[in-house]
């Protein structure tokens, strides 16, 4: 029954969309409750599909759109536990900014542009093809950048959301060249007709068809597009800078929206990377590289959304990473890395939220002009160090769980491979995540207030949301964990994916993954398993001993002002420098300025003068065009006469 009402998971939203954007200004509140009901209705409808499917069914809807193309409605394990968290997480997230935005002139734009940016990732996720999810994904894109941008008059906003538009298109341009390569390779192979060639389960079904080399390619292209939109390394210098629009913006794409559908993607599409050789090496190192990377930069952030931003760069890096290794554990890494996924938008929304409560008391998002905060806030301080706990991987808290379990299928990808730098990358980021996180929640709430800011708690409409995602950071994980990894991990199934079959086309040994993703019998050491405990606690007690009150130790004992490393850090490796004031700047403006003149000196050079050439002959034959009767008739009758002549001299010589 649910099933049949599908479509109103995103047409309520895009309604709710239209009614806020023309009617919100004379609405309460800017008419942010349509957007708040327009989701949880979603949410319940994807709660009913649930219950109507799980664990075998799949909802699958689909009607022609022109040639061999379609537009459908694929509701699968992977697609629904999405369609819960994006709905659920939304909608805590609208409910909070009924608090948060309350007195913005821009309200009605605001929840305007939020319903169309849940609705983008909604038809997103539950696409039954590669087109139509590029068409939401594309959304998806538009929407960050209107919300990226809400406070449009603030320049370095307006710049923020040029930048995330701008970077996230080179990897968009990426993924539309892999939709079409999949697209010709798919053509030439002679389908039956009435086939949608980007549909899912015909990729699924017409893998082992296809030439290796095109599927790496594919792959990679793909990953590019994934990269782009789930800031991972080289393509992740937007995230940090769209802290610029409001918090529960920050909180929607780093949790529930647009940084997910990367990863989502490669999910989505892990049977052609596996199928890919080097297709899941590449997502492997990707991931885990960036993981540490990005937590680098969270040790000398002091924005605190900053802070949170590099986190969710490093996180999502853990997500590609488990689905790396894949490799080894087969389809078994879908599972994994969607559980991280999950508990990650969970405890990143709670932390987000955290930080939006702390700046709307406080007037300012630097850490050094915090502390004590605490004392004010408790509700807040309490579910912030919770969601701290969950990111650093605290035993017993989700982000325990789910990352634990990262780490562990990363070492027996060592195990079987010999490669150990994944798990390596991995291992080091979650020490470095454990310590930021407590380096950001010390600064901010222990200690005495470091500059004159208002002391009081946010209203109950906004704390509200943050107790709900709090107590999911701390109990979501135990519980649904093992049935989780089994029913997404289980996902290809229903498409009649023969891992074993792709194994051998990938470079894979065959025992690697089974039809149903298996893991690989390998043991891991007593040290592997405590390890992510050690390093999670190590963590926390390391930023205890620099940044608590009771702190044993100085950082600037260890760390000048001055010192290169520091500096590195805090210019986020010189990014910046590399992309706009040599790439941009230099290389990309250079070759336009030589393309320009070639084309102004060359291309418009030969055009003109061909037409100044042709302009001139064409006057000098204009002026005999007098118009004066007696000039033509003397024209015609010597033109006879000269006519006449040749034909006699022809005669005489014999012609």
């Given at each position: 029954?649910?099933?049949?009402?599908?479509?109103?998971?995103?047409?309520?939203?895009?309604?709710?969309?239209?009614?806020?954007?023309?009617?919100?200004?004379?609405?309460?509140?800017?008419?942010?409750?349509?957007?708040?009901?327009?989701?949880?209705?979603?949410?319940?409808?994807?709660?009913?599909?649930?219950?109507?499917?799980?664990?075998?069914?799949?909802?699958?809807?689909?009607?022609?759109?022109?040639?061999?193309?379609?537009?459908?409605?694929?509701?699968?394990?992977?697609?629904?536990?999405?369609?819960?968290?994006?709905?659920?997480?939304?909608?805590?997230?609208?409910?909070?900014?009924?608090?948060?935005?309350?007195?913005?002139?821009?309200?009605?734009?605001?929840?305007?542009?939020?319903?169309?940016?849940?609705?983008?990732?909604?038809?997103?996720?539950?696409?039954?093809?590669?087109?139509?999810?590029?068409?939401?994904?594309?959304?998806?894109?538009?929407?960050?950048?209107?919300?990226?941008?809400?406070?449009?008059?603030?320049?370095?906003?307006?710049?923020?959301?040029?930048?995330?538009?701008?970077?996230?298109?080179?990897?968009?341009?990426?993924?539309?060249?892999?939709?079409?390569?999949?697209?010709?390779?798919?053509?030439?192979?002679?389908?039956?007709?009435?086939?949608?060639?980007?549909?899912?389960?015909?990729?699924?079904?017409?893998?082992?068809?296809?030439?290796?080399?095109?599927?790496?390619?594919?792959?990679?292209?793909?990953?590019?597009?994934?990269?782009?939109?789930?800031?991972?390394?080289?393509?992740?210098?937007?995230?940090?800078?769209?802290?610029?629009?409001?918090?529960?913006?920050?909180?929607?794409?780093?949790?529930?929206?647009?940084?997910?559908?990367?990863?989502?993607?490669?999910?989505?599409?892990?049977?052609?990377?596996?199928?890919?050789?080097?297709?899941?090496?590449?997502?492997?190192?990707?991931?885990?590289?960036?993981?540490?990377?990005?937590?680098?930069?969270?040790?000398?952030?002091?924005?605190?959304?900053?802070?949170?931003?590099?986190?969710?760069?490093?996180?999502?890096?853990?997500?590609?990473?488990?689905?790396?290794?894949?490799?080894?554990?087969?389809?078994?890494?879908?599972?994994?890395?969607?559980?991280?996924?999950?508990?990650?938008?969970?405890?990143?929304?709670?932390?987000?939220?955290?930080?939006?409560?702390?700046?709307?008391?406080?007037?300012?998002?630097?850490?050094?002009?915090?502390?004590?905060?605490?004392?004010?806030?408790?509700?807040?301080?309490?579910?912030?160090?919770?969601?701290?706990?969950?990111?650093?991987?605290?035993?017993?808290?989700?982000?325990?769980?789910?990352?634990?379990?990262?780490?562990?299928?990363?070492?027996?990808?060592?195990?079987?491979?010999?490669?150990?730098?994944?798990?390596?990358?991995?291992?080091?980021?979650?020490?470095?995540?454990?310590?930021?996180?407590?380096?950001?929640?010390?600064?901010?709430?222990?200690?005495?207030?470091?500059?004159?800011?208002?002391?009081?708690?946010?209203?109950?409409?906004?704390?509200?949301?943050?107790?709900?995602?709090?107590?999911?950071?701390?109990?979501?994980?135990?519980?649904?964990?093992?049935?989780?990894?089994?029913?997404?991990?289980?996902?290809?199934?229903?498409?009649?994916?023969?891992?074993?079959?792709?194994?051998?086309?990938?470079?894979?040994?065959?025992?690697?993954?089974?039809?149903?993703?298996?893991?690989?019998?390998?043991?891991?050491?007593?040290?592997?398993?405590?390890?992510?405990?050690?390093?999670?606690?190590?963590?926390?007690?390391?930023?205890?001993?620099?940044?608590?009150?009771?702190?044993?130790?100085?950082?600037?004992?260890?760390?000048?002002?001055?010192?290169?490393?520091?500096?590195?850090?805090?210019?986020?490796?010189?990014?910046?420098?590399?992309?706009?004031?040599?790439?941009?700047?230099?290389?990309?403006?250079?070759?336009?300025?030589?393309?320009?003149?070639?084309?102004?000196?060359?291309?418009?050079?030969?055009?003109?003068k061909i037409s100044e050439t042709t302009l001139g002959f064409a006057n000098s034959i204009r002026r005999v065009q007098t118009g004066v009767i007696q000039n033509y008739i003397t024209a015609l009758v010597f033109g006879i006469v000269v006519l006449v002549i040749v034909i006699k001299l022809a005669m005489e010589v014999g012609l």
């Amino acid at each position: 029954m649910y099933a049949d009402y599908a479509y109103l998971i995103v047409g309520l939203p895009v309604l709710a969309f239209i009614l806020t954007i023309f009617f919100g200004w004379h609405l309460p509140r800017g008419g942010g409750f349509l957007t708040v009901l327009a989701t949880f209705t979603g949410f319940l409808i994807s709660a009913g599909i649930f219950l109507e499917t799980f664990p075998e069914k799949v909802v699958h809807q689909s009607m022609h759109w022109f040639a061999t193309l379609n537009v459908g409605i694929l509701i699968d394990p992977l697609a629904i536990v999405m369609l819960l968290m994006v709905t659920f997480v939304c909608t805590l997230i609208h409910t909070y900014a009924l608090g948060y935005m309350n007195g913005d002139p821009g309200m009605a734009r605001y929840f305007a542009e939020a319903g169309l940016f849940t609705a983008a990732m909604l038809g997103l996720v539950y696409s039954d093809n590669l087109l139509q999810l590029f068409i939401f994904w594309e959304l998806v894109g538009l929407c960050s950048y209107l919300l990226i941008g809400f406070w449009y008059r603030k320049p370095s906003a307006a710049s923020a959301a040029k930048k995330a538009f701008l970077t996230t298109r080179v990897g968009d341009v990426m993924f539309l060249a892999g939709i079409i390569l999949l697209y010709n390779n798919m053509a030439k192979l002679g389908l039956p007709e009435g086939t949608y060639l980007l549909q899912f389960p015909v990729i699924y079904e017409n893998l082992t068809k296809i030439d290796p080399t095109q599927l790496t390619l594919v792959s990679l292209l793909l990953l590019g597009g994934a990269a782009g939109k789930s800031g991972q390394f080289p393509l992740d210098i937007w995230l940090p800078d769209a802290m610029e629009g409001p918090t529960t913006v920050s909180a929607m794409i780093h949790a529930a929206t647009m940084v997910t559908a990367g990863v989502y993607l490669v999910a989505r599409m892990f049977p052609l990377f596996y199928a890919a050789p080097y297709g899941l090496l590449a997502v492997a190192y990707v991931g885990g590289f960036t993981a540490l990377y990005a937590a680098t930069m969270g040790l000398a952030a002091f924005d605190i959304k900053r802070v949170l931003a590099f986190s969710t760069v490093s996180q999502l890096g853990y997500m590609m990473l488990a689905l790396g290794v894949g490799s080894v554990v087969g389809a078994a890494a879908v599972g994994v890395s969607m559980f991280h996924l999950i508990g990650h938008s969970f405890f990143k929304a709670l932390l987000f939220l955290c930080a939006g409560s702390v700046i709307h008391a406080v007037a300012t998002n630097d850490l050094r002009e915090m502390g004590g905060v605490g004392r004010y806030m408790r509700w807040t301080a309490g579910t912030m160090a919770i969601g701290g706990l969950a990111l650093a991987g605290f035993p017993g808290t989700t982000g325990f769980f789910s990352k634990d379990e990262i780490l562990v299928t990363a070492w027996e990808y060592g195990a079987m491979t010999h490669d150990y730098l994944p798990y390596l990358f991995g291992i080091v980021a979650a020490l470095l995540t454990a310590f930021y996180t407590f380096r950001m929640w010390f600064l901010t709430f222990t200690g005495e207030p470091r500059s004159d800011y208002h002391k009081h708690e946010s209203p109950w409409i906004m704390l509200g949301p943050l107790v709900i995602l709090a107590i999911l950071a701390l109990f979501f994980g135990m519980p649904a964990q093992e049935r989780f990894y089994e029913t997404v991990g289980n996902n290809f199934a229903h498409y009649g994916v023969d891992f074993e079959e792709l194994a051998p086309i990938g470079g894979h040994a065959v025992e690697h993954g089974g039809e149903h993703g298996e893991e690989t019998a390998v043991h891991e050491p007593f040290i592997i398993k405590i390890l992510p405990i050690l390093v999670g606690i190590g963590g926390i007690l390391l930023a205890l001993l620099f940044y608590s009150p009771w702190k044993k130790l100085d950082i600037r004992k260890f760390v000048g002002e001055k010192d290169l490393l520091r500096t590195i850090l805090v210019k986020r490796y010189y990014q910046h420098e590399i992309f706009t004031a040599w790439f941009a700047e230099t290389v990309v403006y250079g070759i336009s300025l030589i393309a320009n003149i070639f084309d102004i000196r060359i291309v418009d050079g030969v055009l003109n003068k061909i037409s100044e050439t042709t302009l001139g002959f064409a006057n000098s034959i204009r002026r005999v065009q007098t118009g004066v009767i007696q000039n033509y008739i003397t024209a015609l009758v010597f033109g006879i006469v000269v006519l006449v002549i040749v034909i006699k001299l022809a005669m005489e010589v014999g012609l």
